[in-house]
């Protein structure tokens, strides 16, 4: 079965922190894909970063790191030095090569940067 | 461009109206999806349209009827809705899996309609 847990329901940091959002997934398939998306209180989703089972290499965009690590299964999403604006729901997801079209959410990390 | 829009923002209607959301994506993309979102949960998927075909429907209720007039529109036709219903409605395009280079078939979603039954 296709799986992915978030088991962070909140988090609450103070500005300039750093923070760590976890996502463990499950799934069979040899081929797969990780997503995280970003979901401010005005409801849009925001993608943030695709992450390909054959493609190991962490990433940093800005504030923004991901370290996907396969041995554990897990696809974790660091924000550095918080901001106010970063404040919303984080979904991580998973579709696999044999699935169709289908997106499987975790059930979110909401993640609050009080000033 | 990565816009998908959705009209309207919000809606609220009765159990006995007849009303439809729209989606609208001009980013080339064949596939659309429809997705329903209650409160503090995640998005769950109800229809996927590939090629302007319907390839994927989760068993939702015939109350909720989807139609794909052309490659960029998408449309969810709602009729004798029930107060349960009420969610944020969000829209989705892609290209379809196995359209060829890697990555494209990201999910790329809308502001979504926040859908309220009386």
């Known amino acids: 079965a296709q799986k992915v847990t978030q088991a962070q329901t909140e988090i609450s940091v103070v500005e300039k922190e750093d923070v760590t959002l976890d996502c463990v997934y499950e799934t069979r398939d040899t081929t797969y894909y990780l997503f995280w998306y970003k979901q401010p209180p005005s409801g849009e989703l925001v993608f943030l970063i695709r992450r390909n089972s054959f493609d190991e290499q962490n990433e940093i965009s800005g504030r923004y790191s991901w370290n996907f690590q396969k041995s554990t299964s897990s696809f974790n999403f660091t924000i550095t030095a918080s901001q106010v604006v970063d404040s919303a729901v984080y979904f991580c997801?998973?579709?696999?090569?044999?699935?169709?079209?289908?997106?499987?959410f975790g059930q979110g990390t909401r993640l609050t940067i009080n000033p | 461009d990565t816009e998908v829009t959705q009209t309207p923002k919000h809606l609220v209607m009765g159990m006995t109206n007849k009303k439809s959301l729209k989606c609208e994506q001009h980013m080339g993309h064949r596939a659309m999806y429809w997705y329903k979102q209650k409160a503090k949960k995640p998005p769950e998927l109800m229809f996927v349209y590939s090629y302007e075909k319907l390839s994927i429907n989760e068993s939702v209720p015939s109350r909720f009827s989807p139609e794909c007039p052309n490659s960029s529109l998408l449309n969810l036709h709602l009729h004798a809705l029930q107060p349960e219903d009420s969610a944020l409605y969000l829209c989705a395009s892609s290209q379809p899996k196995g359209s060829g280079r890697r990555g494209l078939d990201t999910q790329y979603f809308g502001p979504g309609t926040r859908l309220t039954v009386l």
């Open positions: 997801a998973l579709s696999w090569h044999q699935g169709a079209q289908k997106l499987v």
